[in-house]
């Protein structure tokens, strides 16, 4: 983030806020703030967003001045799966299934979220940041549309192919790039889905 922050233009960033690292977390109430006051909100962090505030909490909330939620959540490691089965035991069937993804775009959407991108299922916090990286440098530097920016995650990557791996195949240009594309995408490329307006872009 801190990186996103600094390659970007200040009339862009100057205006952000929030919360870094793990020496401050925020508070529900904290987090209820920035959730109603934003124009789009940004979350990189462990397990799934909606275990930092309650679903009747967000059931509750005017969010009609948030245009784009961008969740790059459920990243797992050791110590956040023990914290969260504790938090997890006082949970009921139904609080459970409001903290899955689909249920979270709902949510958010019935606040009033125009654009609502999340993870489907868990992730590695690398690939967390790299989407994240991508999506901010599409939306900021690129001025792509929220749709689009989801979309150039399944682009891939067809400089990481080995080229002994289509030597044998005789293609036309356009067949060619379409093997490296598919070779090169993976699972993770289709975890990030947009829920809502494809057609925001960032002021």
């Not at 862009?12 to 870094?20: A, D, K, P, R, Y």
């Not at 508070?27 to 940004?42: A, H, K, T, V, Y």
């Not at 440098?137 to 682009?155: E, F, P, V, Y």
């Not at 060619?176 to 809502?196: Q, R, W």
């Given at each position: ?21 793990s ?9 209820e ?21 309650p ?42 299934s409001?903290?899955k ?5 709902l949510l ?5 979220v ?5 993870n489907?299922?868990h992730?590695?916090?690398?690939q ?8 901010l ?5 690129l ?10 995650l ?35 490329a289709?975890?990030?889905?947009l ?9």
């Amino acid at each position: 983030m801190r990186e996103t922050l600094e390659s970007h233009s200040k009339p862009v960033t100057h205006l952000w806020e929030g919360f870094m690292g793990s020496r401050q977390t925020p508070s529900l109430s904290e987090m209820e703030q920035l959730l109603c006051r934003c124009s789009g909100f940004i979350y990189l962090g462990m397990e799934s967003f909606m275990a930092n505030i309650p679903p009747a909490k967000l059931a509750a909330l005017s969010l009609s001045e948030c245009r784009m939620a961008l969740l790059f959540d459920r990243v797992q490691n050791n110590a956040s799966i023990l914290r969260q089965s504790i938090l997890d035991m006082h949970k009921s069937a139904g609080q459970f299934s409001l903290e899955k993804p689909l249920e979270t775009a709902l949510l958010l959407s019935l606040g009033g979220v125009s654009c609502v991108v999340l993870n489907q299922w868990h992730s590695s916090l690398q690939q967390n940041t790299h989407n994240m990286a991508t999506v901010l440098d599409n939306l900021l530097r690129l001025r792509q549309t929220s749709g689009q920016t989801i979309h150039a995650l399944r682009k891939g990557n067809s400089s990481e192919i080995p080229h002994h791996k289509v030597t044998d195949l005789v293609l036309t240009d356009s067949e060619e790039d379409d093997v490296h594309h598919k070779m090169t995408l993976t699972p993770s490329a289709f975890n990030c889905i947009l829920y809502g307006l494809p057609n925001l872009i960032s002021m």
